[in-house]
């Protein structure tokens, strides 16, 4: 290994880096354990499903994503605000209510939240479909909820996730004998540790903090549960001995490593940091939209109001002027049956007066004859064809007097 200066520019730097090396170096001690155990419970769920569903030992699926088999809505994974579940999000990803078709996915959620200290898997990080196949893809149910979607081994994962496994997967309790559940343990320590030296602003470390780390670091690996006799924890343990005691000596590779680490937790951290942004950016650019929507529904319904009032309104005059016209075409039919009665009326009463008159003048005629004989039945002839022609004569013209009348009042 290439060597680096044992005394770097600044003593603080250095304690930082040597900080740093410690992560990496309990990391790599703890990352064959977390492995078996999750191997382990992996394992150990599928002989479980398979027995309690009555399934041929060995059944596996790999259809059902996550989605699938996460109900809606799920605390911290589904966004429903805006009336879409930003999680399940199209007919490929909506949860089945029906369960996975063999019996082994929505039972893997089921032990999973079991073993789950706090009962709140992490399932925005794992890929369900991998489950009966990868055990890793299982351990991101146990880290925390952001930063681990893309990882896919122990390798890749970061201290912080490494050890979220430890204290959330309640099983490493049989284990480890350290009390888990205790907010203090020293696996919680070694977590504090961890982030505070990856988000550092300015990447020191005084001597007195440094001691501590190491302190920490060694009292994790040294647990009396299982890790005081593991290989790999007492491999580990020691590097971190000659590490504080200046007996290792500081290769450039492990100072690489070191930054690269931290400058992929500080990818990550932008990286989620602008997920939000983007998620924030979306929900509010949806309520825009949809106040935007609102008000022009509001202006919409307001024109329609006022367009239906202008035509309420005139449909209104429409019928006013309507009514008006048809009373006076009534009342206008109504006068001309009511003239056209009463001149009926007057013709016939005339014709009734000069019948009388006729009547009455035929009767004297009549008492003329008899006294004048011959000479006066010529007379009375004579007489009745002159009355005739004359009460003929009268009746046209009253009739042609009431024919031009009428024509007049149209």
Not at 214 to 236: C, E, K, P, R
Not at 337 to 342: E, P, Y
Not at 373 to 399: H, M, P, Q, S
């Amino acid at each position: 290994m290439a060597s680096y200066s044992p005394k770097l520019s600044e003593k603080k730097y250095n304690n930082w880096v040597k900080a740093q090396l410690a992560v990496l170096f309990t990391k790599d001690g703890l990352e064959p354990f977390v492995c078996h155990e999750v191997q382990e419970f992996r394992l150990k769920c599928l002989d479980h499903i398979c027995f309690n569903n009555g399934l041929m030992s060995g059944t596996l699926c790999s259809n059902c994503c996550t989605e699938n088999v996460i109900k809606c809505p799920t605390n911290k994974i589904c966004n429903v605000g805006h009336g879409r579940c930003s999680y399940h999000r199209n007919a490929a990803t909506r949860y089945n209510p029906a369960g996975c078709p063999n019996k082994i996915c929505h039972n893997f959620t089921t032990e999973i939240q079991n073993v789950h200290r706090f009962y709140g898997p992490s399932y925005k990080n794992t890929d369900a479909t991998q489950w009966c196949s990868n055990s890793w893809e299982i351990a991101k149910c146990f880290m925390p909820p952001d930063g681990y979607t893309d990882v896919v081994s122990a390798q890749e994962t970061d201290f912080n996730g490494i050890i979220s496994v430890i204290i959330n997967y309640k099983e490493f309790q049989l284990k480890v004998h350290e009390n888990l559940g205790n907010k203090n343990n020293i696996f919680e320590k070694a977590r504090d540790i961890g982030r505070n030296l990856r988000h550092s602003p300015t990447l020191e470390v005084e001597d007195i903090d440094l001691h501590q780390y190491f302190i920490v670091f060694q009292q994790l690996l040294s647990d009396a549960g299982y890790l005081a006799t593991d290989m790999h924890a007492q491999n580990a343990k020691q590097k971190l001995i000659d590490l504080e005691n200046d007996t290792m000596v500081i290769g450039k590779d492990d100072i690489t490593k070191v930054l690269d680490d931290v400058a992929k937790a500080a990818r990550d951290t932008i990286k989620d940091d602008l997920k939000r942004t983007s998620e924030t950016v979306k929900e509010d650019m949806i309520k825009r939209r949809k106040e935007d929507l609102h008000s022009l529904g509001s202006k919409a319904n307001e024109e329609l109001q006022k367009i239906q009032t202008k035509s309420d309104d005139s449909l209104k005059t429409i019928k006013t002027k309507t009514d008006n016209s048809v009373k006076d075409i009534e009342k206008a039919r109504d006068n001309s049956v009511q003239i056209m009665h009463l001149k009926k009326e007057d013709i016939e009463e005339k014709v009734k007066t000069e019948s009388k008159k006729i009547t009455e003048e035929c009767e004297r005629a009549v008492e003329t004859i008899k006294d004048e004989g011959d000479k006066g039945r010529n007379d009375l002839a004579n007489f009745a064809e002159t009355v005739e022609k004359t009460l003929y004569t009268r009746i046209t013209d009253d009739k042609k007097k009431q024919y031009n009348d009428n024509k007049q009042s149209k």
